[in-house]
């Protein structure tokens, strides 16, 4: 079945370029190119579980046959952007490590973080907004413990607040010429700060409450790593969920906003990665005061919900669509993403199924009254589109 995704540039013209390429996308001598995969929210949403294969609110079925792709791929370690689970219960975090084991038993990192869903438990707050149940299944990202695959050098904004440690943090990865810093970003409610807003999200330790932490993590200067990448679970603007990592909806707090990318822009960081949206989008975001962009990354759905975008006149966009510039975009597929550095060039390639047009929820996969509805199928995923960066001015 054909896909229709846009590309930023066609593939067919980079294999014709590849031998002009090859001349300046190499890494440092002696370094290899190394893989990293991202993946998405991975709640279980249909309300019954027929074939049994999604315990606790997670969809073990569909993780079972993503994982194999990463470990086939040689990646070094995965980065899922938040959503591990429905409910966000104990025994559910719990559920989502088991579900990892299969990349540690190939030596492969994983580094989660959490998203709107990890803190639902109830009775609300009773296990601590789901991170001593994190902090206990993925000692990792406070760099503990033995699945670390050769990750270094972690840190967290404790000197915002402990109950930080391990929520946002940074870590490195590679060798010198040939390296990132990664950031991923907690702004999800603690046991010691909660802020609800009517957007119906309820925010912790802010992007502003955090930002020397960012700032500094990001600092080209002093963090001794090529590249450096954003991770967070909320979107900067998003096509169907309207609120924001910034404390709000889209609009909300310019100032902050004007911050935050203005040090990514400074930093050379050009990918901010979120999920939320359960939608393959890629975005080129400007900032409120028009002086700083980034390329956003919207995550495609690894879970049995699906997402339509939202019109851009809906006024719940408070008039913020104008500051995104649409790049790509592939609807109700399951998928995943590539990235490969090598010395100063970054590409990423983005797989998803081959079938699509999945419904969610009830309806899972197909729809009401059909006999597989409620059991996830087997995906076939195939290449959908490549794209990529280089900070050597080539």
């Known amino acids: 079945m054909k896909r229709q995704v846009k590309k930023l540039f066609c593939l067919s013209v980079l294999f014709a370029l590849a031998p002009v390429l090859s001349l300046v996308m190499s890494a440092p001598a002696g370094a290899e190119p190394w893989k990293f995969g991202v993946m998405s929210d991975t709640q279980w949403t249909a309300p019954t579980d027929p074939a049994g294969k999604n315990p606790n609110g997670v969809a073990v079925s569909i993780i079972d046959q993503i994982n194999p792709k990463f470990i ?14 429905e409910k966000g219960n104990d025994a559910d975090i719990a559920t989502r490590a088991a579900a990892a084991e299969p990349l540690y038993r190939a030596g492969i990192g994983f580094f989660p973080m959490r998203g709107n869903h990890e803190v639902y438990a109830k009775p609300e707050g009773v296990n601590q907004y789901g991170i001593p149940a994190l902090r206990q299944n993925f000692t990792q990202t406070r760099g503990q413990g033995s699945h670390l695959y050769g990750a270094s050098n972690f840190n967290s904004p404790i000197s915002v607040s402990t109950d930080l440690d391990g929520m946002s943090y940074s870590f490195d990865y590679g060798e010198p010429g040939n390296s990132g810093r990664f950031v991923i970003i907690d702004n999800w409610v603690t046991p010691s ?16 409450d955090q930002q020397p932490w960012i700032s500094s993590r990001l600092d080209k200067r002093t963090r001794g790593t090529t590249h450096a990448f954003v991770f967070s679970h909320q979107n900067l603007i998003g096509e169907n969920h309207q609120d924001s990592i910034f404390t709000g909806y889209t609009d909300a707090n310019p100032e902050w906003q004007n911050v935050f990318f203005g040090s990514l822009q400074k930093n050379e960081v050009k990918y901010y990665i979120s999920g939320h949206d359960h939608i393959h989008q890629r975005s080129i975001i400007t900032s409120p005061d028009g002086a700083s962009k980034v390329e956003q990354l919207i995550c495609a759905s690894d879970s049995s919900k699906f997402y339509t975008p939202k019109p851009a006149t809906d006024p719940k966009w408070f008039g913020q669509k104008a500051r995104e510039a649409s790049v790509s975009q592939e609807l109700y597929t399951v998928g995943y993403y590539i990235f490969t550095i090598d010395g100063p060039h970054v590409t990423v390639d983005y797989y ?21 509805t409620g059991i996830t199928p087997r995906f076939n995923f195939v290449k959908k589109e490549t794209w990529g960066y280089t900070l050597s001015g080539n």
């Open 352 to 372: 998803s199924d081959d079938h699509g047009k999945w419904q969610s929820d009830g309806s899972y996969p197909n729809g009401p009254g059909l006999p597989d």
């Open 193 to 208: 700060k909660r802020v609800p807003h009517e957007n119906g999200y309820t925010y912790g330790y802010s992007v502003n």
């Open 72 to 85: 086939e791929a040689g990646v070094k370690f995965v980065i899922q952007v938040g959503d591990l689970t």
